[in-house]
């Protein structure tokens, strides 16, 4: 039985996902394939590289720390950029912070390319030119070439990662080849089909849900995130769907760039995992249908 798990994105509330890892990791419960959007391609392209699900918590945690430090997510303000350069502007932060952390990241455990990863990986983007859906993938002979997606394995892990993290307004696009790429979770913030065609008999999606959003939007920041944070909500529930399993980890209160928050999620993640594990074992072990 070949399992698959599927990642969502959500900012910060993505270290959830390093709890269900941990989970799953104790209770031997082994994956065949892995893919993930946004935060979700960053914490899986971790662990398709080879880290253990408490080292990632550790490095992440560290890199969030660094990022709260610099203040590099704290809600900026368009007002602050001269005229001339809101007619160039593409975000409002620059993504070279984040590709740097990540790409030493892998470094460490000699990862480069996406093929090199010890458990195969789909990682979801957006080109923008096209509106086309960008599938990085370690193995690309799986995905037979058609129009509406655009399949990519020759690539640097980095890059893919970078790329599907590319929140729009929040985050600058990537330039790769002819290709200008945001954020996977634009349109497959929960890429689970990519695992059945990669092989798995069987897939887990872990959906982050935020039901609570007492405070209200203000600000081109604050506007922007909401808006695509509800967006992404209705159509993870439609992806989720095509999972054999779907763990919900409630998340209530906690927004997108809440960068501090992450230890929290990442308790949150795990007591979800530990109160589902039943179902967890069931939906891993069980043929299809029963």
Wanted: glycine share 10%; aromatic share 8%; charged share 25%.
């Amino acid at each position: 039985m070949k399992l698959g798990l599927a990642l969502a994105g959500g900012g910060i509330r993505g270290y959830a996902h390093i709890g269900v890892l941990k989970v799953l990791e104790e209770n031997h419960i082994p994956l065949s394939y892995i893919s993930g959007a946004s935060m979700g391609s960053i914490l899986a392209a971790l662990f398709a590289a080879g880290y253990p699900a408490q080292e990632i918590r550790e490095a992440a945690l560290e890199v969030e720390q660094r990022f709260v430090k610099k203040k590099i997510f704290a809600n900026p303000k368009f007002k602050i950029f001269p005229l001339y350069m809101k007619r160039k502007l593409e975000g409002l932060v620059d993504g070279g912070a984040l590709e740097y952390e990540i790409d030493k990241l892998f470094e460490r455990v000699s990862i480069k390319k996406i093929g090199d990863v010890k458990i195969p990986l789909c990682i979801s983007a957006v080109d923008i030119n096209s509106g086309r859906l960008v599938l990085f993938v370690s193995d690309k002979s799986l995905f037979p070439a058609g129009d509406d997606v655009i399949c990519i394995d020759d690539v640097d892990l980095k890059t893919a990662v970078r790329a599907s993290s590319s929140y729009p307004v929040v985050l600058n696009p990537t330039s790769y080849k002819n290709y200008r790429l945001v954020d996977g979770g634009v349109l497959m913030n929960i890429p689970v089909a990519p695992l059945r065609r990669m092989g798995a008999d069987k897939v887990i999606a872990v959906n982050l849900v935020n039901r609570s959003r007492p405070s209200e939007a203000r600000g081109l920041f604050d506007i922007a995130v909401r808006t695509i944070d509800i967006m992404g909500d209705a159509g993870n529930a439609a992806l989720a769907r095509d999972a054999d399993y779907t763990l919900d980890v409630g998340l209530d209160g906690v927004e997108v760039f809440d960068f501090g928050k992450g230890e929290r999620c990442c308790e949150i993640g795990e007591q979800c995992a530990r109160e589902k594990l039943d179902e967890l074992i069931e939906a891993a072990f069980l043929p299809r249908g029963i």
